[in-house]
């Protein structure tokens, strides 16, 4: 005899209405909610850890800047440790001298070198540096800025010895042109300022690269709405703007060129008279004997005319950073 098998209630189907037999509502764990931290405190250093972190900084800028400083200072207000009358005494005579006679007139000498090779670099530099910026050709504007990294770090005995070998009085270029029946002459103020331009053209398209980049599309196109010429454009709109920013160039430049010493020493040497040659002699005692510390007044010299000039760009830097930022 079968028994039939007896059948197994089955739950019944879930009720949307809640009727009898539905599920109760299933209702998940409750995790806590993560809220992120705000911006502010995830930037936020512990207390402290902004100034550990300048330490080395602060450190470097101390040993490098700040001893050299303070040895120039007090050298140029005191006598040579190795001259024959008072040394180590408090004297102003450095300074005096530094400000007269040769020294006066290499001290000149450099800051006209200087303003001119840093004036035609600028002249030159930003007319390359906007063909970059506006070339459609990505090698080409690679290729400059390329070159121009490498140029502009390109001196001191190399430079001399490629412009001695290319322009000097047996150069290639000059016997090709007989450019010495002109009165051409490398070994002078003319070819020194040629020479200068190598590099600081170069450092000026780096330098001012960034801030035309920073010229918007629309400044222009609301000049030409407005009938304005590409001269017009450039005179009442981006010059203003870039000017902060090409004086700070034109202060670069002119930085590179009061400081440099191996070019010139090595192609003109005392023809072309420079601080920095007279620093050098003074420093040897190629001249005198005991003027080391007026060797440092020069270089005090040379601090507070790189200081009057930054003291001409510093405040006109705000103007310029609320356009192009």
Do not use: C
Not at 147 to 160: M, R
Not at 164 to 187: C, I, K, P, Q
Request: proline share 8%.
């Amino acid at each position: 005899m079968t028994t039939a098998p007896t059948p197994v209630p089955t739950p019944a189907a879930a009720d949307p209405s809640g009727g009898p037999g539905a599920p109760g509502p299933v209702t998940a764990s409750p995790t806590p909610a993560t809220t992120p931290p705000p911006a502010a405190a995830r930037r936020r250093l512990p207390r402290g850890g902004s100034w550990l972190a300048t330490v080395p900084l602060l450190a470097f800028f101390a040993i490098g800047f700040g001893l050299p400083a303070i040895a120039i200072v007090t050298g140029a207000f005191t006598v040579s440790s190795d001259s024959d009358t008072d040394p180590g005494a408090f004297t102003t005579a450095n300074l005096t001298d530094s400000v007269q006679g040769a020294y006066w007139t290499a001290l000149l000498s450099s800051i006209k070198l200087s303003a001119l090779t840093a004036l035609i670099g600028t002249v030159l530099g930003v007319p390359i540096a906007q063909a970059v910026v506006t070339s459609r050709f990505r090698m080409l504007r690679e290729a400059v800025l390329t070159a121009s990294g490498v140029l502009a770090n390109f001196g001191g005995l190399p430079l001399a010895f490629a412009f001695v070998a290319t322009l000097g009085n047996a150069g290639e270029v000059t016997r090709m042109f007989h450019l010495t029946d002109h009165g051409w002459s490398l070994y002078s103020f003319t070819g020194l300022t040629v020479t200068y331009l190598y590099f600081l053209v170069p450092l000026m398209v780096l330098t001012i690269t960034p801030a035309l980049e920073g010229l918007r599309v629309q400044w222009r196109e609301a000049a030409q709405n407005n009938r304005a010429t590409a001269l017009q454009y450039w005179r009442h709109v981006a010059l203003p703007i870039l000017f902060p920013s090409l004086l700070g160039g034109f202060v670069l430049l002119f930085g590179s060129a009061f400081a440099a010493y191996a070019t010139a020493a090595a192609m003109v040497g005392a023809t072309v008279p420079l601080i920095s040659r007279q620093i050098a002699d003074a420093l040897s005692g190629n001249v005198l004997v005991g003027q080391g510390n007026l060797a440092l007044a020069l270089s005090l010299d040379m601090i507070i005319v790189a200081v009057l000039v930054m003291a001409v760009y510093l405040p006109l830097q705000r103007r310029s950073a609320r356009w192009l930022s």
